[in-house]
């Protein structure tokens, strides 16, 4: 601790910022998880997400992410697959000095914006807003990126709290140059691997001949109750010729990630697979093949499959994940589509959600199209006839 952080601003406490920083170094060097440090820098800051991410600079690969607060894991698995693509702030974060920290306010106006695909069709709709962040050089290459972000509808950090962002940030980048000098940086689970522990659906991780190299707590337990069974490393369905046409998709959309994966759109290498024997009800298995330049090597440094199960269950709400997963649809499409589902008005949707009615009739329009429906009444009726797309996931804002 040095002199200037016993002076704190009064939005933290001293001894609230003692507690924060011990967590950083205790986390740096494996002691403890990232968990509690980046949960208490979201409260003392009222914070949507605090991240950290650290990339290797010279391959572009993600070595780790850790998060706080409450951001959904479906958002962060959907960031990695894909929107990291086309995030305007990269370019910010990479392109500033070490140590230098970013506003996103400062740079994006409203209108860029309202006309951002990233942030119209992914950023807000899973409830993010403003972000301010740092990155952090260390040696051999390596960056770690410390951002704090607040969720829609609230302010930007002020003058007070990006003191703390700062102050908090230079403890970040020191606490991992001691992860370096013990050798531990690199010494981490898959960052993607990681995001997948947190996700309530089973997902298993698949290899080019379809073997398993990673299955998160949800699919062991559908393993553990014979849901589905593993044969020689290998995901196997109840059914023959659902196992058949599952092997068949994996294979399919493998294939289709690996021809100029640059060149193809990710739509193209994600496959559905219904199945129903060994489940209580019917299930949809949604296949996406990654090309490890696609997702910053997060998954490892070979193309892989992820396998998401959805099963049929009892539930007050379509899940939009779900939906999204099931039909092709951006966060922002998929939340107009349940809502629709649910007897909502578009000018409704619109008031909720913040968007010109335009806007939001662009997106059912595009909706209706990828579902192959034409009017409200059928996207509502294929939607809420569909056991599969019920569970428990993202609500308004972010929020489940």
């Not at 998060?67 to 693509?85: A, M, V």
């Not at 703390?164 to 991992?176: K, P, S, T, Y």
């Not at 991780?205 to 589905?228: K, M, P, T, W, Y």
């Amino acid at each position: 601790m040095t002199a200037q952080d016993a002076d704190a601003p009064q939005s933290m406490t001293p001894e609230a910022f003692d507690a924060i920083v011990g967590d950083i170094y205790r986390a740096a060097v494996g002691v403890t998880g990232w968990q509690q440090a980046l949960d208490q820098v979201a409260a003392a800051l009222n914070a949507w997400n605090v991240h950290l991410m650290g990339l290797d600079l010279s391959t572009g690969v993600m070595l780790f992410s850790h998060e706080g607060g409450s951001p959904p894991p479906q958002g962060t698995l959907d960031y990695i697959k894909e929107w990291h693509r086309v995030d305007p702030r990269a370019n910010l974060v990479l392109s500033n000095p070490s140590g230098r920290w970013y506003h996103c306010h400062e740079h994006f106006d409203e209108d860029f914006v309202a006309s951002s695909p990233f942030y119209r069709d992914f950023l807000i709709p899973y409830g993010m807003r403003y972000t301010s962040g740092a990155r952090f050089d260390l040696p051999d290459g390596v960056c770690v990126v410390f951002s704090a972000s607040r969720g829609v509808g609230k302010q930007p950090y002020n003058d007070a709290e990006r003191m703390i962002l700062q102050r908090l940030g230079e403890h970040v980048r020191q606490a991992f140059a001691l992860r370096v000098a013990v050798g531990a940086v690199h010494n981490t689970a898959l960052a993607g691997h990681m995001v997948l522990h947190k996700l309530q659906y089973p997902v298993f991780v698949l290899d080019r001949q379809c073997a398993i190299v990673f299955r998160n707590e949800a699919a062991e337990r559908l393993v553990s109750r014979g849901v589905v069974y593993v044969e020689g490393g290998r995901l196997r369905l109840r059914g023959k010729h659902e196992d058949a046409a599952f092997t068949a998709a994996s294979k399919s959309a493998m294939v289709s990630a690996e021809c100029s994966p640059e060149s193809r759109p990710a739509q193209s290498q994600q496959r559905l697979v219904r199945c129903h024997e060994g489940f209580d009800g019917s299930a949809l298995i949604h296949l996406a093949a990654i090309p490890p330049a696609q997702a910053m090597g997060a998954f490892g440094s070979s193309a892989v499959t992820i396998a998401t199960v959805f099963q049929a269950r009892q539930c007050i709400r379509i899940d939009p994940f779900a939906v999204s997963q099931a039909y092709g649809l951006t966060p922002a499409e998929a939340r107009v589509a349940v809502g629709i589902a649910e007897n909502k008005t578009v000018k409704a949707l619109a008031r909720q959600y913040h968007v010109e009615i335009s806007t939001l009739r662009t997106q059912l329009h595009r909706v209706f199209e990828k579902i192959g429906v034409q009017r409200q009444s059928e996207l509502a009726q294929v939607l809420s006839s569909n056991p599969v797309l019920c569970g428990g996931g993202v609500l308004e804002n972010g929020h489940s």
